[in-house]
């Protein structure tokens, strides 16, 4: 079946620092990417999104590149904040037209200021 | 404009009790969800209906079961409420373009579920 791995956290940073959490998956077809943000005391929130190979995620500064080769969407920040504290969940939604979805672990980012 | 809201926000119950959340979303999804998510983080589906079907993970206790009065809510019934069951429950929704699967969720605020 299809899964989802992501890197365990806590991840821990000082504020401004780069940001990478890493996301493999294995799906059959073609599925579309996605990760999420939960912000303590809340709901989960689509920050970015993929739909095919090749294509590049970008929300509030996040990137994530959307690669087959590698079954790969890591998760990327150039300088984060103290406001980006939360926990990342990387998903897939696999082809086919199903809409039942699959999701990482989840990784906790904590940044220091 | 709240998109998919729950109540209650905080459930405190005793074993073996009855209680029910409710979800509704004001998004004219056709695609309801229950997620439940444990100390860790975890996020495990739980159930997924729309008009045609509901889906059922097939690891999740028959104490548990999805009412759907219309195509905007999804409530959830939990009858003999164990220990276990403590966790915070997220209901979603998300339009499915039959045959398209690139669609996102959009989560509740979930409902935190505290059985002693």
């Known amino acids: 079946g299809d899964s989802v791995t992501q890197m365990e956290g806590p991840v821990t940073l000082s504020e401004e620092a780069f940001l990478t959490i890493n996301c493999t998956y294995t799906?059959?077809?073609?599925?579309?990417l996605f990760w999420y943000v939960q912000y303590p005391g809340e709901g989960l929130q689509l920050l970015l999104k993929a739909t095919k190979a090749d294509d590049k995620g970008s929300n509030k500064g996040f990137e994530a590149t959307y690669r087959k080769e590698t079954t790969s969407f890591h998760l990327e920040k150039g300088s984060v904040q103290v406001s980006d504290s939360a926990v990342y969940f990387c998903a897939l939604l696999p082809g086919g037209g199903s809409y039942i979805p699959t999701f990482g672990r989840g990784t906790s980012l904590i940044v220091h200021p | 404009d709240t998109a998919v809201s729950q109540t209650p926000k905080y459930l405190v119950t005793q074993m073996g009790n009855d209680k029910s959340i409710k979800c509704e979303q004001n998004?004219?999804?056709?695609?309801m969800y229950w997620y439940k998510q444990d100390s860790k983080k975890f996020l495990k589906i739980m159930f997924s209906?729309?008009?045609?079907?509901?889906?059922i993970n097939e690891t999740v206790p028959n104490r548990f079961s999805p009412k759907s009065p219309d195509k905007a809510h999804l409530n959830l019934h939990i009858n003999s409420l164990e220990l276990g069951d403590s966790a915070v429950y997220f209901c979603?929704?998300?339009?499915?373009?039959?045959?398209?699967?690139?669609?996102?969720?959009?989560f509740g605020p979930g409902t935190r579920l505290t059985v002693l």
């Open positions: 799906a059959t077809g073609y599925p579309s």
């Open positions: 979603a929704s998300s339009q499915d373009r039959g045959g398209k699967s690139y669609n996102e969720q959009f």
């Open positions: 209906y729309n008009n045609k079907e509901l889906i």
């Open positions: 998004l004219g999804h056709d695609t």
